[in-house]
């Protein structure tokens, strides 16, 4: 099973969290994916990661720029994980078999309340499925674990 961490973004938005997290991502080794649903905010994040100050090196491609095997962080729309990621990534409420990867991020707009809803519709689907779930609440600096 999963480890599925929820993350309630409350202070800023996904471009702005996404990078302190790929960055302990890439200093565990480990390799992800991002999945999202929107093509355009693929796009955006592909351009915000590259300009991120911290860490100041994400490396990452998506399906426009080749060498998929080869990509630490893959960006993408489908189900595709050509770089053999362990961490999956979910935002814009995108789904996943998520039996297929041992850590999940699932990063949500608490301040939007469709997607809050959607969110909990998600944790109760991942906990009936059996996974371990935690839930971290964005705060002034970093991210608190509430459960």
Not at 37 to 53: F, G, K, N, R
Not at 54 to 66: I, K, M, Q, R, V
Not at 94 to 117: E, I, K, M, Y
């Amino acid at each position: 099973m999963a480890e599925i961490g929820f993350y309630h973004l409350t202070r800023t938005d996904v471009a702005a969290a996404l990078p302190a997290l790929l960055g302990r991502t890439l200093a565990a080794g480990q390799r992800a994916v991002v999945r999202g649903q929107d093509p355009a905010l693929i796009t955006a994040l592909d351009a915000s990661l590259w300009l991120s100050t911290h860490p100041d090196w994400l490396p990452h491609g998506s399906a426009d720029d080749g060498f998929a095997a080869q990509q630490p962080i893959w960006l993408t729309t489908g189900d595709d994980v050509p770089n053999q990621a362990a961490y999956l990534f979910l935002i814009d409420g995108a789904t996943a078999d998520l039996s297929r990867f041992t850590r999940v991020f699932d990063l949500f707009d608490g301040t939007d309340s469709a997607a809050l809803a959607a969110a909990r519709g998600r944790w109760v689907a991942a906990k009936t499925a059996g996974h371990n779930l935690t839930y971290w609440q964005q705060a002034d600096r970093g991210w608190i674990k509430k459960l």
